[in-house]
């Protein structure tokens, strides 16, 4: 069997970070069992879909890696759905309802008067054909309900949350297609997911009484059931449901300098018995993929972790994988030694400033220091720069001053880079050179 696993967003707004969560795990999934990953577009609602959210979802994905083998639109398939639906009326799975959204509002209200729970009580079913031909005749469109077998007992075992069940007497039968035609989400999805060979769907636990309802629409279909994954749903740091989350995406991550690889690294762990770990490389977090270790809890959304996690990929991040992405003439070596410092790739940008100057240094301190600088300008000017110049300069320095620690070092940092931290100074002042640093080291005594 070849998994098959889709992601299934409505393009009706860009991609947040759960929904992001939610494509990564069917994408490590199909990729950990050799399987195909397909991106299904959820259309139907053609108001509320728009072209610009298709456009940002691909290339989120895209940003993210996760590239799909296939894509499916629903506003392509609408013929599928007719067939599908035709039958299923045919077979009385399916059957027409005509109250008002008002007069299901009142059965509602006193269905709770009762203490009764909000079942839709089926009367559309015992309409005989001459009231069901008043309602056409007068021009009421009916809306589909899709029948539920309340004998059939519904389970599954949820590759996340272990046995599931529920009765479906207690539940509605479902609106699967409204008075103007329009469709909602459940049919069509249970329709392609058949027809699409899609044998697992993962998705988030909101959608768990929905399966139960689409368990039965693949029996009605005569198709049999993927199997189910959902998973507990994301939640901020401050440990709620938060509203920020549905706003941060893609394209938030990219803006303030998230690596799709630390995006990747986070989401892929979070709510799960792994550990959050700075991995690059996609194929190890593959590996270790596994529905058996993920939590029934919410999985905590936190953008300080994910800012750890990327300062922390970053510094292990390849030149070649930055290279076009660096400041023009920035090479490897200057990459490793500023590397270990990054928060964020655009501090690259800073350092390389600061290595090729000019570099605005701020006054001295005292006399001692200036002193000081002037010792080591000397020095500077006559050691051998060709191999170690930090090492050779300190050493010389340390000998005929006796400083040591931060008296030897930090005033040296401060009149070659301007900063008071910064990269190693054995792999920077190479890189700004005999040049440049005897020019800083003059510049910082004279100021
Ligand atoms: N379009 C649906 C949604 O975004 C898909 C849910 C599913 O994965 O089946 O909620």
Do not use: C
Request: no cysteine.
């Amino acid at each position: 069997m070849t998994v098959i696993t889709r992601f299934a967003p409505s393009p009706t707004g860009r991609l947040h970070v759960g929904n992001i969560r939610t494509a990564l795990h069917n994408w490590m999934f199909a990729r950990a069992q050799g399987g195909r990953f397909l991106l299904r577009i959820d259309d139907t609602d053609a108001a509320r879909s728009e072209e610009r959210f298709v456009d940002a979802i691909r290339s989120d994905l895209d940003w993210l890696g996760m590239t799909p083998d296939g894509e499916e639109r629903q506003s392509a398939r609408f013929a599928l759905y007719e067939t599908r639906f035709a039958a299923l009326v045919e077979s009385g799975h399916i059957y027409p309802a005509y109250e008002s959204a008002q007069e299901l509002d009142l059965k509602r209200k006193i269905q709770a008067g009762r203490g009764l729970p909000p079942i839709y009580d089926r009367a559309a079913l015992s309409l005989t054909e001459a009231q069901r031909a008043a309602f056409e005749r007068d021009g009421v469109a009916p809306h589909w309900r899709f029948k539920l077998d309340h004998d059939t007992p519904i389970a599954w075992t949820d590759l996340i949350r272990g046995e599931q069940h529920f009765e479906a007497r207690t539940m509605s039968d479902p609106v699967i297609r409204r008075a103007d035609g329009s469709w909602l989400y459940m049919l069509p999805s249970a329709i392609d997911d058949a027809d699409m060979g899609v044998t697992h769907v993962v998705r988030g636990e909101d959608h768990v009484s929905n399966t139960a309802l689409q368990l039965q629409m693949f029996a009605a279909l005569g198709a049999p059931a993927p199997q189910f994954a959902h998973e507990a749903l994301l939640t901020g740091a401050e440990g709620k449901l938060s509203k920020r989350l549905g706003s941060l995406g893609a394209d938030h991550f990219r803006d303030v300098g998230i690596e799709p690889q630390a995006v990747r690294a986070l989401l892929a762990r979070i709510g799960t018995s792994d550990p959050v770990e700075p991995i690059t490389d996609a194929a190890p977090l593959i590996a270790t993929f596994d529905f058996a270790r993920f939590g029934r809890a919410p999985a905590r959304f936190d953008e300080g972790e994910l800012a750890q996690v990327n300062a922390r990929i970053l510094h292990a991040l390849p030149f070649a994988d930055v290279a076009d992405r660096l400041p023009e003439g920035m090479g490897e070596t200057a990459w490793e030694a500023v590397r270990p410092n990054l928060v964020t790739l655009a501090d690259a940008a800073d350092w390389w400033r600061v290595i090729e100057g000019p570099v605005a240094v701020e006054p001295l301190g005292g006399d001692e220091d200036a002193a000081y600088l002037d010792q080591a300008l000397v020095a500077a000017a006559a050691i051998d720069w060709a191999s170690d110049p930090w090492h050779a300069l300190t050493s010389q320095l340390k000998a005929e001053t006796g400083r040591k620690g931060k008296a030897l070092f930090l005033p040296l940092r401060r009149a070659l880079t301007g900063r008071d931290h910064g990269p190693d100074m054995v792999a920077l002042l190479p890189l700004i050179g005999r040049e440049r640093a005897l020019a800083r080291l003059a510049a910082a005594r004279a100021s």
